[in-house]
């Protein structure tokens, strides 16, 4: 049972080995006592015929600290077992090496991103990550976490230009026809999706950029390696990569459950470090 604790969103997903057999979604609400969320994942769990005694172990991510402590104890009474929790007292067993900087403030959903991409691939990499944030976590080909870049998600853009503007409306997150917007609608749309389109690639070439210095400091040559850019991969996740997808060529993978992916191969390192 994997959880990952969003400031939108609850993903509740169930592996069977490395595959995703079911997933569900809830809104991220912390005033909800753990009783309440029990109450409503038995309700998932009875109508994909799931019990209790069908889930053998947990591991959890949480970026809202107050649903830490209610979900351990949801998990632990479904499974049996406390759950594995994403965290600084994990990191050292882990594929990746967090920053000494970050270990305290890295969001472990990232560290999930990092652990699959590099695991997965075994390649320096990028993840674009579309949720109430857009986060871009660079791993160099060694499984070293080199930095994250936070923005406002495009979601969160769009709700703060509509709550903060007396006359401007919530739009749908839509590619407009062009930039040339001859409405409101096309307008906003023009600015927050072609904007966002412009920011994430001008971020992803400066990113491979400075991975790329990174690289020379490291191996200590003054020359710089034209073909590493290009062995860069770029990986989107998060639900709101699929607006930016038909307007640009800068992913080479899209992977909408890296996070959950992550999440599960952590489990699977920390359970087989014990045995």
């Not at 991969?233 to 992550?262: M, Q, W, Y």
Request: hydrophobic share 40%.
């Amino acid at each position: 049972m994997t959880v990952d604790i969003g400031n939108t969103n609850i993903v509740v997903a169930l592996f069977e080995g490395k595959k995703i057999k079911n997933e569900w979604r809830l809104h991220t609400d912390s005033d909800r006592t753990a009783d309440e969320y029990g109450s409503m994942l038995r309700m998932f769990f009875s109508g994909a015929n799931i019990s209790d005694e069908d889930i053998t172990g947990g591991i959890l991510s949480s970026v809202v600290p107050l649903l830490i402590g209610p979900f351990i104890n949801l998990m632990t009474k479904i499974t049996g077992k406390k759950p594995i929790l994403v965290g600084p007292s994990i990191y050292k067993k882990l594929p990746v090496k967090v920053p000494p900087s970050a270990i305290n403030e890295i969001g472990t959903d990232l560290v999930a991103n990092a652990v699959q991409a590099y695991t997965e691939y075994k390649k320096p990499c990028i993840v674009a990550d579309f949720g109430t944030a857009l986060t871009f976590t660079a791993i160099d080909g060694t499984g070293q976490i080199l930095g994250v870049a936070i923005t406002p998600g495009i979601r969160t853009a769009v709700h703060s230009l509509f709550a903060n503007t007396a006359q401007l409306p919530s739009v749908p997150l839509e590619a407009p026809p062009d930039t040339l917007g001859t409405n409101t609608i096309y307008s906003i749309q023009a600015g927050i999706i072609m904007g966002y389109k412009g920011l994430v690639e001008s971020m992803i070439l400066q990113m491979k950029a400075d991975m790329n210095n990174a690289k020379e400091k490291k191996c200590n040559v003054s020359k710089k390696d034209d073909n590493y850019s290009d062995e860069i991969l770029v990986i989107a996740t998060g639900g709101l990569n699929s607006v930016l997808r038909p307007l640009t060529n800068v992913f080479d993978k899209i992977d909408k459950e890296l996070t959950l992916k992550g999440l599960n191969s952590i489990y699977r390192i920390m359970t087989e470090s014990k045995a």
